[in-house]
C-alpha cells in the first residue's frame, strides 16, 4: 500500500534537496552588497510598514472588481471544457447564452467608462 | 322590489361619495354647501321612498311570508367559515329602515339650515350619509358578522361626528370617550360572535340553519351534551356577552357615560345619532336575538335590572341639568333604560314600539333644542334661557309638543308606548319594577315641565344675546315630526296591537287583551303624568326669581348632597374616573385620549413611552446603528435557534 | 445539422427567460439610445417587459411541470406569484417615474435593475433545488444592494446600501452553510430528494439511527438566513436603517416583494422537503413571528419619522404574514397568498402616498407633512387612511381580511397563543396607524407641503386604493385562485 506513495516521496526529496541547492549556492558564490531596500520584506512593491487605512484612487477597485468578475465567470468554462463532446451542439448553443450574457456586461462597462484609466 | 333591496342603502353611499369625491373640490364655498346639503338630503329621501315601497310590498305578502332576502355575494368564505353579504327585510328591519331613513331626511334638511355658514359643512353631510349606510347595514343584515360592519361603523361615523368641531377640547374629548367606552361593548360584541360561531357554527340570522332558529329548536328542552357546556349556561353565556355589546352603544349601566358628553357634537347629530337611531341598536340587537336571550331566564333578569337601573338614574340625572342638551341626553338614557327593561320582561314588540315613539318625539324634541341653540346665538345653560315662547313661537309649541310626548300624557305617542312596558312590568307582577319605572315616568314628566318653564317661561335672564326664531329650513322638518310625535301611538294602539301583529313572524308576539287593569293603569299613569309635568313647571315658573347664572336649582334647598348626586349622575363617571381612569391614565386610556388630543404627537409619545417603555428603550438600545451591534444580534439568534435544536432534539 | 436537445422543457422557465432577456436587452437599449434626462422612456420600456413577463405566464396557466432535473417547476402557486410580483414591480416603476428625477438621482440602470429584482423573485417562485434558490436570494439581494444605495450623494442611502451589504453578505454566509450541512446529511440539494431521504429515514428509524441532526441544524441555518430576509426578529435589526434611508420606491418594492419572493421560497421547503420534520421547525419559526409581531408594532409606536414607521410597520406585518407559513396548511398558504396581495397593494399605495408628499432635499418624512393634508388634498388624505385602516386590519378592507385569513388557519392548526399575540399586536398597530388619519383630517396644516401629483402616479394609487376596498368586499375574486395554488403545491 504504502509502496505507491514511493514516487511522491522521492519527488518531496527532490523537491527539498533543490531548495536547499539553490538558496545555497546563490548565498555562497552571490557578492552580498546589502542595503535599506533589499532587507526589507518583499510585498510586491508596496510599502510593508504604515497606516493600515491608506488611500489609494478608486480607480483600482473598480479594476479588481470588474477583473474578480470576469473571472470568476470565465471558470465555468473549465468544467464546460470537461464535458464539451457530450453536450455536442446542444452545450455550444447555452454556452453561447451564457457568453453573450458576460458580452453585455462587458459592453455595458465598456460603454460606461469603467475601464477608461483617464 | 327585493332584487334591489340593495339601491336602499346604496342610494345614501353615493351621496357619500359624490360629496366626498365631486363636492369637496368646489371653490366656491356657497355653491359647495348648498350642493353638500341638497346631495345628501336628495340621497337619504329617496332611500327612505324606497324603503316606502318596500314596506308597502311586504305589507301585501301573506302574513308568513313576510321577508325579502336577498344573498349580494359570499364575503368571505373559506369552506369551514362563510360569511355573505345579504340584506334582509322582515317586519323588525322594515320598521328600523323606515324610521332611519325617515327621521333621517328630516335630520338631513333641517341640518341644511343648522349648519348653515360651517367651514367644514361637506365633510359633515358626507359623515351623515355615511352613518345612514352603516345603520342602514346594521339593521338590514342578515348575519351577526355584518350586523357587526354596521355597528363599527355607526361607532366610527358618531366618533366623527361628535369631534366635528374639533378645536373645543371638549368635543374631541368627548369623541375619544365615545369612542373607548364602546370599545369595551364591541369586546363583549366579539366574544359573543365567536362564542356564538363556536357552538353553533353559523352567525346568519336566516333559514332553518340559522342560530336563531337553532336556539328556537332547542327551547324548552335543555339538552346536556357530555362536555359541553349546558345550553342554559351557553345561552346565558351568549346573553351576557351581547348585553355587554347593548350597554356600551345602548348607553346603559354602567357604560352610558360616553352619551351625555356626547352632546358636544352638532345637535342634528345628537337628534340622529344619539337618541333616534344609534342608540336603539341595542334594542334591536335583542330583539333580532331574543331566540337566544329567551333561554335564560337569568339573563333576562340582569337586562331587566340593568334597564330598570338606567332609567332609574338617568330619569333623576335629566331633572338636575342646566344644559338643555344635557337633559335630553340623560332622558335618552332613560328611556333607552325602559326599552331594555321591557326587552328584559320579554316584551320585545313592546320595547320596539317604544323605540318607534321615542326616535320621532326626542328626534323632535333634540331638533328643537337645536333651534333654540341656533335662535339663542349657542347659549345651551337654561339658567340665561327663560320667556324665549315670545322670540320662537314655533319652537315652543314643537318643543311643548314634544314634551307631552315624552311625559307620556295621553293621547301623545309617547304615552301609548310608555304605558304599554308599566302594563307589562304590572302584568308580570314585578311589582317593584313597575314601581320604579312609575317613579321615572312621573320624574319624566317633570322635568319636561321644568325645562319648559326654564327655557320658554318667565322673563330672559341674560339679556346679552337678542334671541330669534329660525328659518323654514329648520321648523318645517319640526312640525312634520311633531304630528308624528302626536298620532305616533296609533301605530300600536290597545286592543288593534297593529304593529305587534306586524312583528309577530319575528318577535312571536301576540298583543295583550286589554283589561280593566290596564285602563286603570292608564289612567293612573297619565294622571300621575301630568300632575308631575304641571307640578315642575309651576315649581320653576313659580322660583323663577331664584334662577341665576352660576346658582344652585331652587330644589337644593331641600335635597342638597343629593341633588348634587342627581345632578352628577349618581357620580358613576367619577367613579370610573377615581378607580379606573385616573389610576390608568398615565397608560392605558392616557395614550389613548392622547392620540386624539389636538396637541397630538408629544402627548402620544409620552404616553405611549410610558406604557411600553421598558420594551421600547430595549429596542432603541439595541437599534443604535452599529452594524457590529445589528450582527451581534443575529447571533445571539442564530445561538438560541441553534441551542434550542440541540437541546431539544 | 441535427442536433440533439435533451428532454428539457425550456417553456417551464418562459418567465424567466422573457423577464431577464428583457432586461438584458433593456440595459443596452438605454444604454445606446435613451438620452439622459429622458430616462422615463427606459421606465416605459420596462413596463413593457413586465407586460410580457405576464404575458408569458398566459400559455403555461393550469400547467404543472418541472425541468433541469426537477430544479424548476412551474405551477399555479407560482404563477399566482408571478402575477403578484409583475403587480409590485410596476407600481414600482410608476411610482419612481417622477420621483427619480425630482430627486435628482434618475439613472436609467434603476428600471432594469428591477426587473433583474423581479426577474430573481420568479426565480425563487419557481426552484425547487436549494442552490437555485441561493442564486434567486443572491441576486435579490445585490440588485438591492445597489437599488439601496441609488440615491447616490445622500449619505443616509449609502450607509443604508453599506449596512445591508455587511449585514446580507453575513447572512448569505449562514445560508451556504446551511445548504453544506443539508448535503452532508442527505447527499443532494433537491427538496424531493431531501424529503425522501427523510421518509426513508423515518420508516427505517429504530433507536440505533440518530435523528438528522445535521439536516436540522443546516435547515435551521437557510431559515435564519430567509429570516434575514424576510426580516424577522431578532434577524431584522438592518431594517429600520436600510428602509429609511434607500429611496422610497425601492423601500416600497423591497418591503412587499423581497417578503413575497423569500416567503414564497421558503414555503417550496418546508412544505415539499422538511414536512416530516415539522415538529422541530415549526415552534421555532412561531417563535420567530411572536417575537416579530411584538417588536415591530412596539417599535413603530414610538417613531414620529412616517418612514421609519412604516418600516416598523413592515416588519410587524412579516410575523403576520409568516402565521401563514407557520400554519401549515392549505388554508395557512391560502391565507399567505391573500396577505401577500392585500398587503402590497396597500403598503406600495401607502409608499406612493409618501412619495407624493415627499420633497427634493427634504427627507424628513415628518408626520407633520400631514397635518391638514384632508383639508388641501382630500382626495390623497382619503387615499391614505384607507391604506392605514387596511394595514391596521379594520374591514372592510382587504388587509382585515388577510389578518382575519392568516389568524383563521393558525388558529386552527392549534397555535391559539399566536393569535392572540397577534390580535393583541394588532391592536397597538391601530394607534400609529390611527396617528396619521388623525393627523390628516382633526389638524390644522403645520407647514406647506406642495404634492407632487402627476397623473401616473394619481391613478396608481387611485387603482391601488379601489384594489383594497374591492378584496375587502370580494375576496373570493382571489381567493379562488389561492386555492387552485394550494391544491397544486399538493398541500
Redesign the interface.
Known amino acids: 500500500m504504502l509502496e505507491a506513495y514511493l514516487p511522491i516521496f522521492v519527488l518531496f526529496l527532490f523537491a527539498l534537496f533543490v531548495a536547499v541547492f539553490v538558496i545555497s549556492f546563490s548565498a555562497l558564490l552571490g557578492p552580498q552588497k546589502p542595503g535599506e531596500r533589499k532587507l526589507k520584506p518583499y510585498e510586491s512593491g508596496m510599502e510593508p510598514i504604515g497606516q493600515a487605512i491608506r488611500r489609494f484612487p478608486v480607480k483600482f477597485h473598480v479594476v479588481a472588481m470588474l477583473f474578480i468578475l470576469f473571472d470568476i465567470e470565465v471558470v465555468f468554462f473549465l468544467p464546460y471544457a470537461l464535458v464539451f463532446r457530450e453536450l455536442s451542439v446542444y452545450g455550444l448553443a447555452v454556452m453561447g447564452v451564457f457568453f453573450l450574457i458576460l458580452v453585455v456586461g462587458f459592453v455595458y462597462e465598456w460603454k460606461k467608462g469603467a475601464l477608461q484609466w483617464e | 322590489m327585493a332584487n334591489v333591496l340593495w339601491l336602499i342603502p346604496l342610494l345614501p353611499l353615493l351621496g357619500f361619495l359624490l360629496n366626498?369625491?365631486v363636492v369637496?373640490?368646489d371653490s366656491d364655498a356657497a355653491r359647495r354647501e348648498r350642493n353638500a346639503g341638497y346631495i345628501a338630503c336628495g340621497a337619504v329621501g329617496l332611500a327612505f321612498v324606497l324603503a316606502f315601497i318596500a314596506f308597502i310590498e311586504l305589507a301585501m305578502l301573506p302574513h308568513e311570508e313576510q321577508h325579502m332576502h336577498v344573498v349580494l355575494?359570499?364575503?368571505?368564505?373559506?369552506?369551514s367559515?362563510s360569511v355573505p353579504?345579504g340584506l334582509l327585510f322582515d317586519p323588525l328591519s322594515s320598521v328600523m329602515v323606515l324610521l332611519v331613513t325617515g327621521v333621517g331626511t328630516l335630520i338631513h334638511v333641517y341640518s341644511i339650515g343648522y349648519m348653515h355658514n360651517d367651514e367644514r359643512v361637506v365633510r359633515y353631510f358626507a359623515y351623515l350619509n355615511l352613518f345612514i349606510v352603516m345603520m342602514l347595514m346594521l339593521v338590514m343584515a342578515d348575519n351577526l358578522l355584518l350586523l357587526f360592519?354596521g355597528w363599527?361603523g355607526v361607532g366610527l361615523c358618531s366618533f366623527l361626528l361628535i369631534?366635528h368641531w374639533?378645536e373645543r377640547k371638549t368635543a374631541?374629548d368627548a369623541a375619544v370617550k365615545a369612542f373607548v367606552v364602546n370599545r369595551i361593548g364591541d369586546a363583549g360584541m366579539l366574544l359573543a360572535m365567536m362564542t356564538i360561531f363556536a357552538h353553533f357554527g353559523t352567525l346568519s340570522f336566516v333559514g332553518e340553519e340559522s342560530f336563531l332558529e337553532r336556539a328556537r329548536e332547542i327551547a324548552g328542552q335543555y339538552v346536556t351534551i357530555p362536555g359541553q357546556p349546558t345550553w342554559i349556561l351557553l345561552t346565558t353565556g351568549i346573553s351576557l356577552l351581547l348585553l355587554v355589546g347593548v350597554t356600551g352603544k345602548s348607553a346603559q349601566l354602567p357604560l352610558f357615560v360616553w352619551l351625555p358628553d356626547a352632546m358636544a357634537g352638532p345637535t342634528p347629530v345628537s337628534a340622529l345619532i344619539h337618541a333616534a337611531t344609534m342608540v336603539t341598536a341595542g334594542v334591536y340587537l335583542m330583539a333580532r336575538t331574543h331566540s337566544i336571550f329567551t333561554l335564560s331566564p337569568t339573563a333576562q333578569s340582569v337586562v331587566t335590572f340593568v334597564g330598570v337601573a338606567t332609567a332609574l338614574i338617568g330619569g333623576t340625572a335629566a331633572i338636575a341639568q342646566w344644559d338643555i342638551k344635557r337633559v335630553l341626553a340623560y332622558s335618552t338614557v332613560s328611556q333607552l333604560g325602559y326599552m331594555v327593561a321591557a326587552a328584559g320582561m320579554g316584551a320585545y314588540a313592546v320595547a320596539i314600539f317604544h323605540l318607534l315613539t321615542h326616535g320621532i318625539f326626542k328626534a323632535l324634541l333634540f331638533l328643537a333644542s337645536g333651534s333654540v341653540i341656533h335662535g339663542a346665538h349657542d347659549v345651551q345653560d337654561m339658567r340665561r334661557m327663560g320667556g324665549l315662547r315670545k322670540a320662537m313661537p314655533t319652537t315652543f309649541r314643537v318643543y311643548a309638543i314634544g314634551a307631552i310626548a315624552l311625559a307620556g300624557i295621553f293621547p301623545l305617542a309617547g304615552f301609548w308606548s310608555k304605558d304599554e312596558i308599566l302594563a307589562t312590568a304590572w302584568g308580570k307582577g314585578q311589582i317593584g319594577i313597575f314601581a320604579i319605572l312609575f317613579i321615572t315616568s312621573m320624574l319624566t314628566a317633570f322635568y319636561m315641565g321644568r325645562q319648559i318653564a326654564l327655557v320658554f317661561f318667565g322673563e330672559q335672564r341674560d339679556s346679552s344675546y337678542h334671541a330669534h326664531e329660525s328659518g323654514p329650513m329648520m321648523t318645517w322638518p319640526l312640525w312634520i315630526l311633531a304630528v308624528g310625535a302626536v298620532i305616533g301611538g296609533a301605530m300600536n294602539l290597545p286592543v288593534l296591537h297593529t304593529l305587534t301583529h306586524w312583528l309577530e313572524p319575528v318577535l312571536e308576539e301576540e298583543g295583550k287583551a286589554f283589561d280593566l287593569t290596564t285602563l286603570i293603569l292608564a289612567l293612573v299613569a297619565t294622571g300621575a303624568a301630568v300632575g308631575s309635568a304641571y307640578g315642575g313647571l309651576r315649581y320653576y315658573m313659580h322660583n323663577a326669581h331664584r334662577i341665576k347664572p352660576n346658582r344652585q336649582d331652587p330644589l337644593y334647598r331641600y335635597f342638597g348632597d343629593i341633588w348634587n348626586m342627581f345632578e352628577e349622575a349618581w357620580y358613576v363617571d367619577q367613579t370610573y374616573e377615581r378607580y379606573t381612569v385616573v389610576p390608568w391614565y398615565r397608560s392605558l386610556a392616557g395614550?389613548?385620549g392622547e392620540?386624539?388630543d389636538?396637541q397630538?404627537?408629544d402627548g402620544?409619545?409620552h404616553g405611549?413611552?410610558r406604557l411600553?417603555q421598558g420594551?421600547?428603550a430595549g429596542?432603541?438600545l439595541?437599534?443604535n446603528?452599529y452594524?457590529r451591534?445589528?450582527?451581534l444580534?443575529?447571533l445571539?439568534?442564530?445561538i438560541a435557534?441553534?441551542g434550542?435544536?440541540?437541546i431539544?432534539? | 445539422m441535427n442536433i440533439a436537445f435533451p428532454d428539457i422543457n425550456m417553456l417551464v422557465i418562459l418567465p424567466l427567460i422573457v423577464i431577464f432577456g428583457s432586461a438584458l436587452a433593456l440595459l443596452l437599449i438605454d444604454l445606446f439610445f435613451i438620452p439622459a434626462g429622458n430616462k422615463k422612456i427606459t421606465g416605459y420600456l420596462a413596463l413593457a417587459g413586465l407586460l410580457f413577463t405576464g404575458l408569458a405566464g398566459v400559455p403555461l396557466w393550469g400547467m404543472e411541470e418541472s425541468s433541469f432535473s426537477g430544479m424548476v417547476v412551474v405551477d399555479t402557486f407560482a404563477l399566482t406569484l408571478n402575477v403578484i410580483f409583475i403587480i409590485i414591480a410596476a407600481i414600482t416603476i410608476i411610482i419612481s417615474l417622477d420621483y427619480l428625477p425630482r430627486q435628482g438621482i434618475e439613472q436609467g440602470e434603476f428600471y432594469p435593475l428591477i426587473l433583474f429584482a423581479t426577474g430573481s423573485f420568479v426565480l425563487l417562485a419557481q426552484s425547487t433545488n436549494l442552490i437555485l434558490i441561493f442564486l434567486g436570494i443572491e441576486l435579490l439581494s445585490i440588485t438591492l444592494y445597489v437599488l439601496t444605495g441609488f440615491a447616490y450623494p445622500r449619505l443616509s442611502s449609502e450607509e443604508a446600501a453599506m449596512k445591508y451589504l455587511l449585514l446580507g453578505a453575513f447572512a448569505a454566509g449562514f445560508f451556504v452553510y446551511g445548504i453544506a450541512l443539508i448535503y452532508g446529511e442527505t447527499m443532494t440539494v433537491d427538496l424531493n430528494q431531501i424529503r425522501l431521504y427523510l421518509t426513508e429515514l423515518e420508516s427505517s428509524s429504530t433507536a440505533a439511527v440518530p435523528g438528522p441532526t445535521l439536516l436540522l441544524i443546516g435547515g435551521a441555518l437557510v431559515l435564519i438566513a430567509f429570516s434575514f430576509k424576510i426580516a424577522l426578529v431578532p434577524f431584522h435589526m438592518w431594517t429600520p436603517d436600510v428602509y429609511e434611508g434607500a429611496p422610497t420606491p425601492v423601500t416600497a418594492f423591497m418591503s412587499v416583494g423581497t417578503k413575497g419572493a423569500a416567503l414564497a421560497a421558503l414555503i417550496r421547503i418546508v412544505t415539499i422537503a422538511l414536512p416530516t420534520v415539522q415538529d422541530a421547525w415549526v415552534p421555532v419559526l412561531a417563535v420567530l413571528a411572536a417575537a416579530t409581531m411584538i417588536v415591530g408594532n412596539v417599535g413603530a409606536v414610538a417613531q414620529t419619522n412616517v418612514k421609519r414607521m412604516l418600516a416598523y410597520s413592515s416588519v410587524g406585518h412579516a410575523g403576520y404574514i409568516v402565521l401563514g407559513v407557520v400554519a401549515m396548511s392549505a388554508h395557512g398558504i391560502e391565507a399567505f397568498l391573500f396577505y401577500l396581495l392585500a398587503y402590497s397593494l396597500t403598503n406600495l399605495g401607502a409608499f406612493a402616498v409618501i412619495i407624493v408628499l415627499e420633497q427634493r432635499g427634504e427627507s424628513a418624512w415628518s408626520l407633520d407633512d400631514f397635518s391638514g393634508l384632508g383639508q388641501r388634498q382630500p382626495m390623497l388624505a382619503v387615499a391614505m387612511a384607507l391604506f392605514m385602516l387596511s394595514l391596521a386590519g379594520v374591514p372592510p378592507t382587504a388587509g382585515y381580511l388577510g389578518k382575519f385569513f392568516v389568524f383563521a388557519a393558525a388558529w386552527e392548526s392549534g397555535l391559539g397563543w399566536l393569535v392572540l399575540i397577534g390580535v393583541i399586536t394588532s391592536a397597538i398597530a391601530i394607534f400609529f396607524y390611527l396617528r396619521i388619519i388623525v393627523r390628516m383630517f382633526m389638524h390644522e396644516p403645520v407647514r406647506d407641503v406642495q404634492p407632487a401629483l402627476h397623473r401616473s402616479i394619481t391613478w396608481t394609487i387611485a387603482v391601488a386604493a379601489g384594489a383594497v376596498l374591492l378584496f375587502g368586499f370580494m375576496p373570493n375574486l382571489f381567493i379562488d385562485l389561492a386555492q387552485r395554488s394550494v391544491i397544486a403545491l399538493g398541500g
Do not use: C, K
Open positions: 366626498v369625491l369637496w373640490r355575494w359570499e364575503w368571505i368564505n373559506t369552506g367559515f353579504i360592519l363599527e369631534g374639533f374631541s395614550f389613548l392620540i386624539f389636538p397630538g404627537i402620544m409619545v405611549v413611552a411600553v420594551a421600547a429596542v432603541r439595541v437599534q446603528g452594524v451591534t445589528y450582527a444580534v443575529f445571539t439568534g442564530v435557534i441553534i434550542y435544536l440541540v431539544a432534539w
